[in-house]
């Protein structure tokens, strides 16, 4: 009885080893046979595996065949006159091959046949890279548990590999697509996107708000760089063929220092290349006006500026703010400077400007003794704040505004230009009507009302390294009120929790992120990761056989996982993005935008002063120029000695 | 100073393109200096100050000329212009006989279409279009069409296209090599074709000067 | 003549008007000095004043031009933003500000003076105006300081001065001796033209863009221009010219 069941194994394993021997001899046959076509099949797969191509490339690389096969059924039906039978023509081709290679002639056999054997190859070849990859995410392929995520890897390698290689190319990735869309970079992979091979940003999507979150170093502000280029080079296309506002562009660099006149350098030579005529920079070249806006408003920025406290300090707060409104609210008008409203700030000023008015006057006299404080904290947030807000300037005199913020040394005067500058952006996003810019006789900038031109501007407000001002700049106020002013809000932040000071903003900005997310590496991706949403994954479990060797049977079961794998987010590379839009992620190799030649000297980050004053009096500074030719003739002839 | 002029119509002067008007080259290796010194050269020529009173009207000219030409990008938008063969939106201003009409100008804020898909980074702005198309359009278009060519394969990677081409050669002159004059040869150099146009666009640089 | 503002005559006759080559240059001229009145005007056209008067008529009957009486002193013309475009230059379109008016004529005068003399004439020399600077530098750069004029003298003059660019500056009131003394100094230092990126303004190693300043002062204002002067050093103060202002220079004031 054990020598039959014996028996009955043994048989039993022959069995299977013939039926195995003869599946293979059959698609060893089967693969000779078809050699031409199996040979392409080969040689498409190794290379899609190799690139980490989607094997839907594959697909679109046989479609892309179809001329040449068109042109040689029609070679062929115009050569034996025989339109019907046009469609035997392969097979008669592949029988010519074989009677070829039996005569000697391979290669003719094998150029004979190729027109459609190539198409044919490449069909295969996608059948067979789908197949595995698709073995691969369910985690039924490879001969050990572990060889879905080797292969995961690899690929990974592969397709960054080949993104790279993309963006290599000085032709394959535009700044802005055939419809106007922002191209940001070579996609190594998507999940829950279609994969293309740019990652393209509608323009719209770009008018709403965005958020970009990175640390130091993972190439973030070259990513903003391509965006707002992006942004400026496709919002003047629109411009120019009638369907948009007059862009402008408004960045706070909230981080300040040298690299911040370094960056704001290389904004003005990419922006300018993009179409952005002036790029001032604030407040080293321009000054704006905070002082143009409205009365009311103008009360409300000047009380926000300066930090006020609870409990016995918000009743000094309330004094503040009627001292405040009544300086701005005189009869004669609003302050035009910092100079005006401080010297408002006095007792006797004020009660004679609202001589007329026995509330006002009331109300001066009442607050006579802190007035004098009053007037103390305002003249020390101007001095702080310094002239950048005292105009002359409004957002109309550029394209294109880089604001640098202090806010690594000065967070408070920071925090306080921010909420000035949002606040005149505000206003000026807002504004019944705008008008053309132009320049005074007087030198001054002044807008020309004469102009019956409407022009709406197309606003986008990029606030950078946003967690040096976040604890008091409540940009997702703005956020909420800007979609109805025509202003788009881009974010960015070292991490999540620089985003804003309570996880409540943060979820609040984050949830008005309707154009998208951009997450760069960063060690706590979670929150964002979770914010992507989930997708339905199929998780196979296998049977172990024997020590190493896994069975073919086991269980599969579907189950959620996030979108966005924070493990990948982790280990991006510098340049590398995850760009998550609505419940789905494209991993994006960021194109760098190229600039002209740097207007900086070197590393210098401020304007280069003239040389000092020589010790001695009468030598000449190193470099200057000597005494110049005797001009005195024409002179006294002119204007006399 | 003379400033080339296109055909003459009826007594109407158009004016050359904004480098033969300041007497440059039209090339993108033209830098801000060239620029400055030739204005600073037909300024002095032309300057209404001078005592027998200059010309005006070519003064006018080559002081727009100049404005459009001082930076990188307006030449760039000047070169652009001569390749695509920029279209006169404005007819010619119509001054009595005997009198030199004055230099035209396209109307402020004219929006322009642009039409195609943008290079890497396209051209913007209404800017006015202050230069008239300088010759018969077929003439400019197809020299300009072949200039930018070159030149996009100049600024790309002209190894890797060149390497390209040669592979398309190849399979042509080795399909007619080995099966003659058989439908595969049409078809393979058809596909091959195909490969190079789907191919070499990535190899070509953007249209504009770089930047 | 009408308020500045107020609506010209159509333009349906201008068909009819001719303009010359003087005309033409009048109006160059005009467009870069902002505005002229009429008796300068007069000058730059080498003609009567009332064949000036006749040529703004031409003018503004185009619509290329406005005149007014805007304060003491004759009438003043300006060009339109019609009659800029036609002149090609790229100028925001503003008539003359009352504040300026009696700077805006001592500048003119200025240029009159040296267009007239025959070195200026004979070296070729040309004016570039406080507009044309100001229209290159564009929408921002308001802390720049600008001259009111440059003077440039081709390499090819016969003059010991051949190559250099002047700053004129023309003063009327006596600023703060501080302000001028900065004035100075920066154009006396700046290396970049207007309109250069702003890091290209100061190069150390570069030349100077201005090879001297030329400052035309009133009686008022000279004092303190040479103590400004006096205060910046031989080095730099050798490259300040100090004059009056030419005769025509002030504008004429009511009894």
Redesign the interface.
């Known amino acids: 009885m054990i020598g039959s069941y014996l028996t009955w194994l043994a048989l039993r394993a022959a069995g299977r080893a013939l039926r195995t021997a003869a599946k293979v001899t059959a698609a060893a046959a089967a693969a000779v046979a078809a050699a031409p076509a199996t040979i392409v099949a080969v040689y498409a797969y190794v290379l899609a595996w190799l690139l980490g191509w989607p094997p839907r490339r594959l697909r679109r690389a046989a479609a892309?065949?179809l001329?040449?096969?068109a042109?040689?059924?029609?070679?062929?039906a115009?050569?034996t006159r025989r339109w019907g039978d046009t469609w035997r023509?392969p097979f008669g081709?592949w029988r010519q091959m074989w009677r070829l290679a039996a005569s000697g002639?391979i290669?003719?056999g094998l150029?004979?046949?190729?027109?459609v054997a190539?198409p044919a190859g490449l069909l295969i070849g996608w059948l067979a890279w789908s197949y595995r990859v698709f073995a691969m995410e369910t985690g039924t392929g490879g001969l050990t548990a572990s060889s879905p995520i080797t292969f995961d890897l690899r690929q990974w390698r592969h397709q960054v590999r080949t993104a790279r290689a993309?963006i290599a190319?000085?032709?394959?990735v535009?700044?802005?697509?055939?419809r106007g869309d922002i191209v940001a970079g070579a996609v190594i992979r998507a999940v829950q996107h279609p994969m293309r091979d740019v990652a393209r940003v509608p323009y719209q999507r770009l008018r709403s708000h965005q958020v970009v979150i990175g640390t130091t170093g993972t190439g973030k502000t070259t990513l903003l760089l391509r965006l707002w280029?992006g942004f400026?080079?496709a919002a003047?296309?629109r411009?120019?063929?009638?369907s948009g506002g007059r862009p402008l562009l408004v960045v706070l660099d909230c981080k300040g220092g040298a690299d911040s006149r370094r960056v704001a350098?290389r904004v003005?030579?990419?922006l300018?290349?993009?179409?952005a005529?002036?790029?001032?920079?604030w407040p080293?070249?321009?000054?704006l006006s905070l002082w143009q806006l409205p009365p009311d408003q103008l009360t409300t920025t000047l009380l926000a500026l300066i930090e006020q406290g609870t409990g016995a300090a918000a009743y000094y707060a309330d004094i503040m703010e009627a001292v405040v409104s009544l300086a701005v609210l005189a009869p004669c008008g609003p302050p035009a400077d910092s100079a005006a409203f401080l010297s408002r700030l006095d007792g006797g000023w004020l009660a004679t400007a609202h001589a007329a008015d026995p509330v006002a006057l009331e109300a001066v006299r009442s607050s006579a003794r802190q007035i004098a404080d009053v007037a103390l904290r305002y003249r020390a947030l101007f001095r702080r704040l310094g002239t950048g807000l005292d105009g002359?300037?409004s957002f109309?005199?550029?394209d294109v505004w880089y604001c640098i913020l202090e806010g690594t040394a000065e967070t408070a005067v920071a925090e306080a230009q921010a909420m000035a500058l949002v606040e005149l952006l505000a206003w000026h996003a807002a504004r019944p009507g705008g008008h053309a810019?132009?320049?005074?006789?007087?030198?001054?900038?002044r807008q020309?009302t004469?102009s019956t031109?409407r022009q709406d501007a197309e606003i986008l407000l990029a606030v950078d390294e946003f967690s040096a001002v976040s604890r008091r700049v409540s940009i997702w106020k703005l956020y909420e009120r800007a979609r109805s002013l025509g202003l788009a809000v881009q974010v960015s932040a070292q991490s999540w929790q620089g985003l804003a000071p309570t996880e409540d903003d943060r979820y609040r900005i984050a949830g008005t992120a309707d154009g998208g997310f951009w997450l760069l590496r960063t060690p706590y991706p979670e929150p964002v990761c979770d914010l992507a949403g989930s997708r339905r994954m199929v998780d196979t479990t296998r049977r172990l056989l024997g020590w190493w060797l896994w069975r073919s049977d086991g269980y599969s079961r579907a189950h959620y996982t996030r979108v966005v794998d924070a493990d990948i987010v982790r280990s991006l590379d510098v340049g590398q993005a995850a760009y998550i839009y609505r419940g789905g992620v494209s991993y994006v190799q960021v194109k760098r935008?190229?600039?002209?030649p740097p207007?900086?000297?070197g590393p210098?980050h401020v304007?280069?002063?003239?040389?000092a004053?020589?010790a001695q009096?009468?030598?000449?500074?190193p470099?200057?120029?000597g005494?110049?030719?005797?001009?005195g003739?024409?002179?006294d002839?002119?204007?006399?000695? | 100073m003379t400033a080339p002029q296109s055909a003459d119509h009826g007594g109407h002067r158009r004016p050359g393109s904004p480098f033969s008007v300041l007497g440059l080259p039209a090339s993108a290796e033209v830098t801000d200096e060239d620029v400055r010194a030739a204005w600073r050269r037909t300024a002095a020529a032309t300057h209404p100050d001078r005592r027998d009173g200059g010309d005006p009207l070519r003064f006018a000219e080559a002081s727009a000329a100049y404005t459009a030409l001082r930076?990188?990008?307006g030449r760039g938008e000047a070169l652009a212009e001569l390749a695509h063969g920029g279209r006169d939106s404005h007819p010619a201003v119509v001054s009595p006989p005997g009198e030199a009409p004055l230099a035209r100008q396209a109307a402020p804020?004219a929006?322009?279409?642009?039409a195609g898909?943008?290079?890497?980074?396209?051209?913007?702005?209404?800017w006015p279009r202050l230069w008239p198309r300088p010759g018969p359009p077929y003439q400019v278009a197809w020299a300009g069409l072949l200039a930018g060519a070159l030149t996009?394969v100049r600024?790309?990677?002209p190894a890797v296209l060149t390497v390209r081409v040669l592979i398309v050669a190849a399979v042509g002159l080795?399909?007619a090599a080995?099966?003659g004059s058989?439908?595969?040869t049409?078809?393979?150099i058809?596909?091959a074709l195909?490969?190079l146009l789907?191919t070499a666009?990535?190899?070509?640089?953007?249209r504009?000067p770089?930047? | 003549m009408s308020a500045p503002?107020a609506r010209r005559p159509p333009a349906a006759a201008a068909s009819t008007t001719t303009l010359t080559r003087r005309d033409i240059a009048g109006l160059v001229f005009t467009a870069e000095m902002?505005?002229v009145q009429l008796d300068q005007l007069a000058t730059v056209l080498s003609v009567s004043e009332q064949s000036a008067r006749a040529a703004a008529a031409r003018w503004r009957a185009r619509g290329y031009a406005d005149t007014a009486r805007l304060g003491p002193g004759g009438p003043w013309c300006w060009l339109t933003r019609a009659g800029l475009t036609a002149c090609g230059l790229h100028y925001?379109?503003?008539?003359?500000?009352l504040?300026?008016l009696a700077h805006?004529r001592a500048v003119v005068a200025i240029r009159l003076?040296?267009q007239?003399?025959d070195?200026?004439l004979t070296a070729a020399a040309h004016w570039r105006s406080e507009r044309e600077l100001?229209?290159r530098i564009?929408?921002?750069?308001?802390?720049e300081h600008?001259p009111d004029g440059e003077v440039a003298w081709p390499d090819t003059a016969n003059?010991?001065?051949a190559g250099?660019c002047w700053a004129i500056e023309a003063e009327l009131t006596a600023k703060t001796a501080s302000r001028t003394v900065s004035i100075m100094?920066e154009l006396l230092?700046r290396t970049g033209d207007y309109g250069c990126?702003?890091?290209?303004?100061?190069?150390?190693?570069a030349?100077?863009l201005h090879?001297?300043a030329?400052y035309?002062c009133s009686s008022a204002a000279r004092p303190t221009v040479l103590r400004a002067r006096d205060a910046l050093?031989?080095?730099?103060g050798?490259?300040i010219?100090v004059?009056?202002?030419?005769p025509g220079a002030h504008l004429e004031m009511p009894p």
């Open positions: 892309w065949c001329p040449m096969v042109v040689f059924l029609a070679a062929q115009l050569r023509e081709s002639s290669g003719a150029a004979g046949v190729a027109p190539i993309r190319a000085p032709g394959a535009p700044l802005l697509g055939r280029a400026v080079a003047w296309q411009f120019a063929a009638g350098d003005r030579r990419v300018r290349a993009a179409g005529q002036a790029t001032a920079i080293d070249e321009a000054s002359p300037g109309d005199d550029a810019r132009g320049h005074g006789t007087d030198g001054t900038v020309d004469t031109v935008v190229v600039a002209g207007a900086l000297p210098a304007l280069p002063r003239p040389p004053a020589p009096p009468g030598a000449p500074p470099g200057a120029p005494p110049p030719p005797d001009a003739p024409l002179l002839e002119v204007f006399g000695p | 930076t990188r990008f804020g929006p322009l279409a642009r898909a943008p290079a890497d980074l396209p051209r913007p702005g209404p996009r600024r790309g990677r080795g399909s080995l099966v058989a439908p595969a049409p078809a393979l058809t596909g195909t490969w789907l666009r990535h190899d070509l640089g953007p504009d770089p930047y | 503002g902002y505005g925001t379109f503003a008539p003359p500000a504040s300026r805006l003076a040296l007239a003399s070195t200026y100001r229209a564009g929408k921002v750069g308001a802390r600008i003059v010991p001065y250099e100094r230092t990126p702003a890091a290209e303004r100061l190069r150390p190693s030349p100077p090879a001297r030329l035309l050093g031989p080095a730099l050798a490259r010219e004059r009056g202002l030419p």
